[in-house]
């Protein structure tokens, strides 16, 4: 089979996940001195057990140096020479102890380190969730789950490996490093000049081989996202792709992606790959001269074996050092990458608080006043200069053409969006003077889109409170629920399962009108939650609804006209504009848009 290329709407959604990363700046906001600055507030009170770690590295550091040293006088004085019985006894004696103090250094510095790390890691994935489920609606309809998800739970991860192993390797191989080079220089300085030679080259070439892994490093996360994207949607549309025979498309997007990733793995690999046998090269040539020199210096005594062999394995253990410094500047960059979306979504701008004013419980007063909002262009408003009062108790449905803007008019009401134009009023007050918690407790929302959470059905009523079962019970009571869940197993125990997948369409509508009733709040908010349901099903959850309506302020958006013929006034919307209002038997009389709507779904459910 052929693979499809990209598709427009596979591009579209790369564009989309790329605009968290975005947030954060351009590349210099990722280097490794930002990405430290930017993790000093989580350090800061870390530090004590981050020193103690450091002072446990450098001992492992000097215990580098200290096996050469003792290479020294057991060769000058231990092989071949009289009255050495001191070196035979004291230099074995000595890497035993070396090893020991090696070993205890090792271990506490690695524990050490994973315990701040691992703090870390714990503090910044709980600072993410707290702005993910603070921040604005448009977040959501921005961003899509599998790249919120890949920042949580994956990419925080990379953060961690930067901050155990590479800066453990850092900190170590550095202090070994110089620790060996300081011996050097006491050894033979004039060989020790051409070792320092060499590290200038090796920098200059890791530079050089860090800005390509950069660049690849972003664009193979952006690849990942939209691979684990494909995954989310076929998992989520399983039953479309089984019905439309979808399995060959799916599979086809799915490796294109997965081809496209592995070769962005080996271009990375490539890249990365170079360093090492470049380093190689470059040491073993200064290996080379510094044996010619030696060789030089001892035809001429300037050297004992001893010295000689202790510069050459002091040379060959500052290559290892060395070599892992090259080797972690891939998961450095890929941590810096995993930055980028971190601190991109830690910097997301949350909800705003609203002001100081308490609101305990509402009257129920809503006033929607000259209300404009777009989207996108100012040119195009989605609302515009939309005013209407609902008393409180009044039922008012909102009716109109798809895009309308009936959707976007309800959601202004809780502040999942503030309008560009306008104000809306609770009670006589502007909703920005309310807190918005105080705000949104006055509101409860019904929807055709049940969510539900992979819990109890006690804790799905409840929703965000301590359950009180027998106002649970109550709940569920009114919802004609409560027959249902007695039958269960666990009663209001029982788990719902994955967004209430062990329920029927028609219980979960009612479990949520459950939870609005328990909830208990003035103002009620219906978006036609009857219109996916069998005539069995909607009958309940239609007399479910009639008793959550009682005594409360209600919007209701209609898709199905026979559904609000009952309400106090309707409000006919065409293009972000009020075009009708009055009761169902008025706008019949006036034959407008309403009518014309009504006679449109009369032919269809007679046809």
């Known amino acids: 089979m052929c693979m499809p290329r990209t598709s427009h709407r596979q591009r579209n959604d790369l564009t989309q996940q790329q605009t968290l990363s975005k947030t954060i700046g351009d590349g210099t906001t990722t280097s490794p001195t930002a990405v430290l600055r930017r993790l000093w507030p989580y350090i800061r009170p870390l530090m004590g057990i981050v020193i103690l770690g450091l002072i446990a590295m450098g001992f492992v550091a000097a215990s580098e140096a200290g096996i050469p040293m ?8 231990g092989f071949g020479t009289k009255g050495s019985d001191k070196a035979k006894w004291v230099v074995p004696a000595a890497v035993i102890g070396l090893s020991v103090v090696r070993g205890v250094a090792q271990y506490a510095s690695g ?8 703090k870390i890691l714990l503090q910044l994935r709980l600072k993410m969730f707290e702005r993910l489920i603070h921040t604005s609606a448009g977040f959501f309809q921005r961003e899509t789950a599998s790249t919120v998800i890949n920042a949580i739970v994956f990419e925080v991860n990379q953060i961690l490996q930067v ?3 590479v800066v453990v390797t850092l900190v170590r191989d550095s202090l070994t490093v110089v620790f060996l080079l300081g011996y050097l220089f006491i050894l033979n300085w004039r060989l020790t000049l051409i070792v320092a030679v060499i590290l200038p080259g090796i920098g200059w070439l890791v530079s050089k081989i860090n800005r390509r892994l950069r660049r690849l490093n972003r ?13 989310e949607e076929t998992v989520g549309g399983y039953k479309v792709v089984k019905v439309h025979n979808g399995e060959p498309y799916e599979m086809g997007r799915f490796s294109e992606m997965s081809n496209r990733l592995r070769g962005y793995s080996m271009r990375m690999q490539v890249s990365g790959g170079l360093a090492q046998p470049l380093t190689q090269f470059l040491a073993s040539i200064a290996l080379a001269i510094v044996i010619t020199i030696a060789v030089v210096q001892s035809a001429s005594d300037q050297t004992t074996v001893g010295g000689f062999v202790a510069f050459v ?10 070599k892992h ?11 810096m990458t995993a930055a980028e979306l971190i601190f991109g979504l ?3 701008p949350a909800e705003p608080e609203g002001g100081g004013r308490k609101l305990e419980r509402a009257e129920g007063d809503v006033e929607f006043r000259n209300v404009s909002f777009s989207y996108g262009s100012p040119e195009r408003p989605t609302l515009d200069r939309v005013s209407f009062k609902v008393s409180p108790g009044e039922m008012v449905a909102l009716a109109g053409p798809s895009g309308s803007g009936k959707t976007t008019l309800v959601n202004l009401l809780p502040r999942f969006f503030d309008p560009a134009g306008g104000e809306v009023l609770v009670d006589g007050v502007a909703l920005p003077e309310y807190r918005l918690a105080d705000l949104r407790g006055q509101m409860a929302m019904v929807s055709q889109d049940v969510v539900l959470f992979n819990d109890t059905i006690a804790a799905n009523v409840a929703y965000g409170t301590t359950p009180d079962r027998e106002r649970v019970q109550k709940a569920l009571a009114a919802a004609n629920l409560a027959d249902v869940v007695a039958a269960m197993p666990d009663g209001i125990d029982t788990l719902v399962g994955g967004n209430g997948m062990r329920l029927s369409g028609g219980q979960r509508q009612r479990l949520a009108i459950a939870r609005a009733i328990y909830k208990d709040a003035p103002i009620l908010i219906l978006d036609e939650a009857t219109s996916a349901l069998d005539s069995e099903s909607e009958r309940h959850v239609q007399s479910a609804l009639e008793t959550l309506m009682k005594g409360r302020t209600t919007l209701v958006i209609a898709h199905r006209l026979s559904t609000i013929e009952r309400a106090d006034r309707i409000l006919v919307m065409e293009a972000g504009r009020i075009a009708e209002q009055g009761s169902h038997a008025e706008l019949l009389r006036q034959d407008g848009l309403y009518a014309h709507l009504h006679r449109i779904q009369y032919q269809q459910q007679a046809a």
Not at 313 to 322: A, C, R
């Open 313 to 322: 394995t002091s040379m060959l253990l500052v290559i290892s050092p060395l």
């Open 219 to 231: 664009e193979h996360q952006m690849l990942t996202n939209e691979l684990s994207y494909i995954v």
């Open 111 to 118: 524990y050490l380190l994973s315990y701040v790390s691992n």
């Open 325 to 335: 410094l090259i080797d972690i500047n891939q998961p450095l960059q890929r941590g």
């Open 163 to 165: 901050l155990s192993s």
């Open 70 to 77: 003792l290479l020294k006088p057991l060769l000058d004085h």
């Open 346 to 348: 830690i910097d997301e």
